[in-house]
């Protein structure tokens, strides 16, 4: 069954240095999303990607993030400067065009990132 | 604004009990409504999905859920839960016209005694 394959699957930086998470959706999707999950809370959405832009993003995915598609395979998400409240678990989803924005997709995640920040 | 609410943070049930997970939501409108299951380790993984039409869903796994719009709920069930089943239930709700921007219960962690 094909995967969604995130790297790393465990991080420890030190407070202000740069992450970059990287991401391998299904090869024939078309829609890139992450979300987090911050521990022992929900998890939240931060941005879907489409067609090499931001479809919508949410409050929490502010300047010091940004996504992006370097190749025809990967999906990444960079913290430019990373805070002690960005120790989350980070995932990467992805869905097929049926639907499109306008209707409903499936997404289908990945295992994973966890992000230490210390 | 759209929310969900998963009322039990932990239940543990018997193997071979039946199980039922709640999930409530608030929305304007007819959702779409899924269920997801993470084991420790694992991704988030599809267990089933509401889009329209029969209100009772099945899904992987010999899991189910009913669709009930009076009580705007979504809930999970089960008829003979397997040790296997030990895991973490998520109930999400997905917008008409936001693509898949999904909002998540905090999640039901659910343990199985032998």
């Known amino acids: 069954e094909p995967e969604v394959t995130q790297t790393p699957s465990h991080q420890v930086t030190q407070m202000g240095q740069e992450v970059i998470l990287r991401c391998v959706p299904i090869?024939?999707?078309?829609?890139f999303y992450w979300y987090r999950q911050i521990l022992g809370q929900k998890v939240e959405f931060l941005v879907s990607f489409y067609n090499n832009e931001i479809s919508e993003k949410s409050e929490i995915f502010d300047d010091q993030f940004s996504v992006e598609r370097p190749d025809g395979s990967n999906f990444t998400l960079k913290i430019r400067s990373t805070k002690l409240e960005d120790s989350a678990m980070y995932f990467c989803?992805?869905?097929?065009?049926?639907?499109?924005?306008?209707?409903?997709?499936?997404?289908?995640f990945g295992a994973g990132s966890r992000l230490t920040v210390l | 604004a759209q929310s969900v609410t998963q009322p039990d943070i932990h239940i543990t049930v018997s193997e071979g009990a039946s199980l039922e997970l709640r999930c409530n939501y608030s929305?304007?409108?007819?959702?779409?409504l899924f269920w997801y299951v993470q084991s420790p380790g694992q991704g988030l993984q599809l267990l089933l999905k509401?889009?329209?039409?029969?209100?009772l869903v099945q899904g992987i796994k010999g899991f189910e859920a009913e669709f009930k719009r009076s009580q705007s709920s979504f809930n999970l069930r089960k008829p003979s839960v397997h040790w296997s089943d030990a895991a973490e239930y998520f109930c999400?709700?997905?917008?008409?016209?936001?693509?898949?921007?999904?909002?998540f219960g905090q999640g039901t962690e659910l343990s199985v005694k032998p």
């Open positions: 999400a709700v997905g917008a008409r016209n936001q693509g898949g921007k999904l909002i």
């Open positions: 509401y889009f329209s039409g029969d209100t």
């Open positions: 989803a992805s869905s097929e065009q049926t639907g499109g924005f306008s209707g409903a997709n499936v997404l289908t």
């Open positions: 090869s024939n999707h078309l829609y």
């Open positions: 929305y304007g409108a007819t959702p779409y």
